[in-house]
């Protein structure tokens, strides 16, 4: 398998198509989505969290690397998808948090980290809502020099979640780019779903 290259693992998906197409997902996926820049993240994330939140009565975690989480806030407060992030973050429905925060100080272990993610679909169903979706960008883990960390950490989780969860693992192409052949192709097979998003269909 490994003599096969990674790029033509990946599916290519216009972002917008991207974001509706994944927002019908099941439950249960854990999706690797590498995307070219912060612009192109931005688009995606405020289709998807708005989808999730108002169309699919959803709790949202979305823990970003490579911008703050006040400038994530901006942008879905009054970007192209705008919703009302205080109203949904005072009712707990949507998580904002730094991803270095989130892989390196809340959690420590898988045991801990997949203990979270349960006790946050519990949560979600306790206020009435469907599920709980859960966008975190790995960049945190690249920029700790932790790459053989990174892997063993995605692996560690299940290629399918048995609750009521979507698990989203964000990689900025550059930092794609930095794993080994072998890597990304354990990567990419892990995942039930590899995308890559953009503006070229």
């Known amino acids: 398998m490994f003599g096969i290259n ?3 693992l990946i599916k290519n998906i216009h972002v917008e198509d991207a974001a509706i197409k994944l927002s019908a997902e099941k439950f249960g996926i854990h999706c690797l989505i590498i995307y070219p820049d912060l612009p192109t993240l931005r688009e995606f994330y405020s289709h998807y969290i708005k989808n999730q939140m108002e169309d699919n009565n959803e709790v949202v975690l979305f ?22 992030v205080s109203k949904y973050e005072d009712e707990e429905t949507l998580f904002i948090t730094d991803a270095l925060k989130k892989y390196f100080q809340e959690t420590e272990g898988e045991e801990t980290d997949w203990s979270f993610r349960k006790m946050m679909v519990k949560q979600a169903k306790k206020k009435g809502k469907n599920g709980f979706s859960i966008l975190g960008d790995l960049g945190a ?6 790459i053989k960390e990174l892997v063993d950490y995605e692996l560690s989780l299940p290629t399918k979640f048995d609750i009521d969860l979507k698990g989203f693992c964000l990689y900025n192409e550059k930092d794609f780019e930095r794993f ?3 890597q990304k192709q ?16």
Request: glycine share 10%; aromatic share 8%.
């Open 180 to 182: 080994g052949e072998e």
């Open 141 to 146: 883990f690249q920029y700790k020099g932790k």
């Open 186 to 201: 354990k990567l990419i097979e892990h995942h039930g779903m590899a995308i890559k998003i953009g503006h070229n269909d």
């Open 63 to 84: 823990a970003p690397f490579y911008e703050t989480a006040d400038r994530v806030r901006q942008t879905l407060s009054e970007g192209i998808a705008a919703i009302d």
């Open 6 to 8: 990674s790029d033509t």
